[in-house]
């Protein structure tokens, strides 16, 4: 199987910044995308950012100029840097990743546990 393994959420000020990290471990065959969903409480899971096998980027237009998505992939490794943190980031922020295992040729969708951001004002 494939793991995704968050860190790095927690509670700032408004302004403040957080860096979330995931790490891929397991069956890994390839990474094709990874990125950061939230959830906030009574909506929907919505897209933060995305990382594409090839580099290319997308952001919510939420985030767009305060939040950098890179990714290590020599690592299996995304990192979410969030600058300017406002209290409607408030969410548990998910990590995702387009994956296709080594015991199979298909992509398939895993996710972490979540981590939680709470920005106060």
């Known amino acids: 199987q494939v793991q995704l393994v968050e860190s790095g959420g927690g509670l700032v000020q408004a302004g403040g910044s957080l860096r979330l990290s995931c790490v891929a471990s397991g069956s890994i065959g390839s990474i094709n995308a990874m990125g950061w969903y939230r959830q906030a409480r009574g909506k929907q899971r919505e897209l933060v950012a995305r990382?594409?096998?090839?580099?290319?980027?997308n952001y919510a237009d939420s985030v767009k100029g305060r939040f950098t998505i890179s990714r290590d992939n020599a690592k299996n490794t995304v990192i979410l840097q969030m600058n300017s943190l406002k209290p409607e980031d408030t969410a548990v922020y998910y990590c995702?990743?387009?994956?296709?295992?080594?015991?199979?040729?298909?992509?398939?969708?895993?996710w972490g546990q979540g981590t939680q951001v709470t920005v106060s004002s």
């Open positions: 995702h990743g387009l994956v296709v295992p080594s015991f199979s040729r298909v992509n398939r969708v895993y």
């Open positions: 990382v594409s096998s090839d580099g290319s980027t």
